[in-house]
């Protein structure tokens, strides 16, 4: 017998279930990683509903991570020139807490900022909003969900009354027709992918379309791969639309019944001729009729996207209008059907059940709903109007607000933004001036430490207790297993200290993570994440997926949130209601209805031009995670992926005389970056790719976010990281010397 856990990885949102054990096991040799260091045993929980025990290597490898560059004590300084010296936890809390009552009496609340990360568990998220919206009156949280999925979130709202993707994996194999469109599903959430490829290769009928500049491994799978040019997405969905509306494929008594606006769509969609259309895009005309027929001969379509489509200055109306083609053929609420985000990281999910984004509140409410607002105050037991009715400062904002001095303490936790932000150097230069940064992490040294006053160490996944969800809203419980390093604590530990000694004793008398979770499913009764059924006791038994509430755990799949819809039953009672939202074709909106929404195409908020000519887009590997602060110190992935690289195709390269290998130089109207070229025809002629994980201490001169721009969509705030116009040009310099510099750069850190 074995001392086994199971758990979830902390890395991306497709939530595999883990299986680890001790490092040492009776009659078995020690397992230890390349340098002698016991770690833990990972592999595939064969139990977990998400991924059936499959891992990938980023799961497979994590506990090799887990000792390495960890951060273990306070650490304090008066300026950013001076050196950090260790603390207690006492000094570094109290300084915190006085900074923070200086500020909020003297600039106001909406001068106190938290950026955090769906790295938090839900524990963790739930105290942060506590904290700041409820007992220090401001709405500036924000977390790097920002960057990944806040168009989805906005996109869904908008469009179906709620957040919460529809899907879940069981319709990856149900599917006829899978449309994947700005992801790379085979690098970025290889498990989901693996999953719907063996549908489709057992299942010869089934098509799968994928929509990405890039020939990526998702595309090679692809029975049809349409290389649009970047920022042509809108053109082609409404493309697409023109086509099945010419040829009658569409579900008039869906359209009728349970959705509106309709007529102001077909009167947008009919300015999208498929020639028009395939001229656009840059594709061929066959190509974009075979993507239409492929929907419309389907009865059960899935459309799978992630940042490609987020990550946009027209993020949220991309992501409206893919959900109008699943509206005007009726494939939402069903089996093997709908318009399914693919979440970015392992509980971003968990964050917006939370109320983690700066526009919206614990279980999918609004800060601008005042019924929203008093409901939350009531549970929290607050006064009338403690909750500020203005949306918070998104993520890009609050480097504005560093920028003018209207933000006065900034506290960064379990994200890493000085390479993860656009416009990095702007950015960079906005940290700078911060009058107080608090930086909450469990490795040390990061970019963004360079910019804190404060230190703090955080118990990271293994040594802390708590919640997270997954892209198909199933909730995993991820117990302790190993012991805390060094004097670290969980995040939600930290930010209820700090309440209890600004004052709010009361409102964070919590006795372990669980009497946080007891608390917070209480605030998703009635709403569409209603998760009132589930609870640690329950969760050890195995994942749950919600809606889950108390009383009928196996009811409210259809309509939860509190209005009456109006619209009739058009179909048959849903048959699994708890997989899948909106089984009874009714929505929460007022009228119950789905909304189409009618957008033109506007293109890249930076197009090319005569002096910036190509267009850069960026991107994850399969093996690394973000900006590598886990995955840079295991081996294996550094030999998968040891250096950034930019991805050219041979017509750009032969224009400049780029050879395979040759260091070229990008430059953008905002700065400038180095990498090795990757002469390939994967990319599109006119395109340039760079992966986003290099920060400043991992590759020289190689930060793709030095070069993108903060353009963001009007609705979500995410900005616009998968597209800018660069030039090119090779580097005059040895391509031996930097290859040097760059190597003993990383070896340093990979250590």
Same mark, same amino acid.
């Given at each position: 017998?074995t ?8 890395y ?6 883990l299986?680890?054990?001790p ?7 020690t397992?230890?990683d ?11 929980d064969r139990?977990h509903?998400s991924?059936q ?5 980023k799961g497979?490898?994590?506990s090799e ?5 960890r951060?273990k ?7 950013l020139d ?15 807490v ?5 500020v909020?009496?003297t600039?106001?609340?909406e ?12 524990e963790d ?5 506590k904290?700041?919206?409820g007992?220090l009156?401001?709405?500036?949280f ?15 709202i908008?469009?179906l ?9 069981e319709?990856l194999?149900?599917?006829? $027709?899978?449309?994947?469109i700005?992801t ?8 989901v ?11 010869r ?21 349409l290389?649009i040019r970047?920022?042509t997405?809108i ?6 639309a023109y ?14 019944? $349970?959705?509106?606006?309709f007529?102001?769509?077909a009167?947008?969609i009919r300015?999208?001729p498929p020639e028009l ?10 190509e974009?009729e075979?993507a ?5 001969d389907?009865q059960?379509?899935l459309?799978?996207?992630s940042?490609?489509?987020?990550q946009?200055?027209?993020g949220t109306?991309?992501?409206r209008?893919l959900?109008?083609l699943?509206l ?5 609420g069903?089996?093997?059907s709908?318009?399914?985000s693919?979440?970015g990281?392992?509980n971003?999910m968990?964050?917006?059940e939370a ?5 919206i ?5 609004l ?9 939350l105050?009531?549970?929290?037991g ?8 203005e949306p918070g400062?998104?993520a890009w904002?609050m480097?504005l607000g560093l ?10 936790a379990a994200?890493?933004?000085a390479v993860?932000?656009?416009?990095l150097e702007r950015t960079?230069?906005?940290l700078?001036?911060s009058p107080?940064?608090v ?6 040294p990061t ?14 996944w ?6 997270m969800?997954?892209s198909?809203?199933v909730?995993?419980?991820?117990p302790q297993f ?24 009361e409102?964070f008398?919590f ?10 499913v ?6 569409? $994440?209603d998760m009132?059924?589930i609870?640690y006791e329950?969760?050890k038994?195995?994942?749950?997926q919600?809606p ?22 058009v179909?048959?009672?849903a ?5 899948r ?6 929505f929460p909106t ?6 189409f929404?009618?957008?033109h195409?506007?293109?890249l ?12 887009t960026?991107?994850r ?5 973000h900006t ?8 294996k992935i550094r030999?998968m992926h040891?250096?950034?690289f930019l ?6 390269a032969?224009k400049l ?5 040759n260091?070229?130089?990008v430059?953008?109207?905002r700065?400038?970056?180095r990498?090795p070229a990757?002469?390939t ?6 395109t ?5 994980h290099w ?6 001169n190689?930060?793709a976010?030095?070069?993108?721009h903060?353009?963001?969509c009007?609705d979500?705030?995410?900005p616009?990281l998968k597209? $800018?116009?660069?030039?090119?040009s ?6 031996e ?15």
């Open positions: 017998m001392n086994s856990t199971k758990t979830l990885c902390p991306c949102g497709v939530g595999c279930g299986e680890v054990t490092p040492a096991q009776l009659g078995q040799a397992h230890r390349s340098e002698g260091t016991p770690i833990w045993r990972v592999r595939g139990d509903p991924s025990g499959k891992v990938c290597v497979a490898t994590v991570s887990l000792d390495k560059n951060l004590y306070p650490m304090m300084r008066d300026s001076q050196p950090f010296r260790q603390v207690s936890w006492d000094e570094a809390l109290e300084r915190i006085l900074q923070l009552q200086t909020r009496f600039q106001g609340p001068a106190i900022c938290m950026y955090g990360s769906g790295q938090f568990q839900t998220y739930y105290i942060a909003q904290l700041l919206k007992c009156g401001t709405n500036n924000d977390a790097n969900s920002r960057l990944c999925m806040s168009s989805a979130v906005s996109g869904y908008q469009s009354g709620s957040d919460g993707p529809p899907c879940c994996y319709d194999e149900q599917t006829d $027709c899978a449309f994947l700005g790379n599903t085979a690098e970025c959430h290889p498990i992918f693996n999953r719907l490829h063996k549908h489709c290769k057992k299942n009928k089934v098509k799968m379309i994928v929509v990405d500049p890039r020939r990526t491994p998702t595309a090679e799978a692809a029975d049809l791969h290389a970047p920022g997405d053109d082609l969905l409404n493309g697409i086509l099945l509306m010419r040829w009658g494929k569409i579900n008039t008594l869906f359209i009728d019944e $349970c959705t509106r606006d007529p102001l769509y009167d947008i300015h999208y259309v395939a001229r656009k895009c840059g594709i061929r005309l066959d974009l075979t239409a027929r492929y929907w419309g389907s059960r379509v459309s799978l996207w940042m490609g489509m987020n946009s200055s027209e109306a991309k992501v209008t959900i109008n699943h005007m053929t009726g494939t939402i069903r089996p093997g709908g318009p399914f693919l979440t990281q392992p971003a968990g964050g917006r109320g983690g984004l700066a526009h509140l614990p279980g999918y409410r800060v601008k709903n005042p019924q929203h607002r008093a409901e105050e009531q549970l929290w607050l006064k009338p109007g403690q909750i500020s009715p400062l998104t904002e480097i920028e003018t001095g209207a933000v006065g303490f900034l506290w960064i994200t890493n933004p993860s932000m656009p416009d960079k230069a906005a700078n001036q107080f940064t930086y909450q992490d469990a490795y040390y970019e963004t430490a360079a910019y804190a006053h404060v230190i703090l160490p955080a118990a990271q293994s040594e802390k207790t708590g919640t969800t997954n198909e809203r909730v995993t419980l991820c190993r012991n805390r390093v060094g004097e670290s604590r969980a995040d939600w530990e930290i930010f209820a200290e700090v309440g209890r000694r600004l004052g709010f004793t409102h008398d006795a372990d993570s669980a009497a946080v979770h007891r608390e917070f209480q605030l998703t009764q009635g709403r569409v $994440c009132t059924g609870s329950r969760l038994e195995g994942p749950i919600w889950h509430p108390e009383e009928n755990p196996d009811v409210g799949a259809g309509f939860t949130d509190n209005v009456l819809p109006t619209t009739p039953n179909t048959e009672p048959l699994t209601p708890s997989k939202l909106y089984t009874d074709w009714r007022a009228d119950g209805r789905a909304k929404a009618a957008y195409s506007r293109g908020a930076e197009p090319p031009d005569p002096n910036y000519p190509l267009v850069l960026t991107g590997l399969y093996g690394h995670w590598q602060t886990r995955t840079g110190h295991i081996p030999q040891p250096q950034p991805e050219i195709h041979p017509r750009d032969q005389g780029i050879e395979e290998g260091w070229v130089e430059r953008s109207r700065g400038k970056s990498f990757k002469v025809v994967a990319i599109a002629p006119g340039l790719f760079v992966p986003m920060g400043a201490l991992w590759a020289a190689s930060e976010n030095t070069l993108t903060p353009e963001s009007p979500s705030g995410q616009e597209a $800018c116009a660069v030039q090119l090779l580097v005059p310099e040895s391509s010397v930097l290859w040097e510099q760059a190597v003993e750069q990383q070896s340093i850190l990979g250590k």
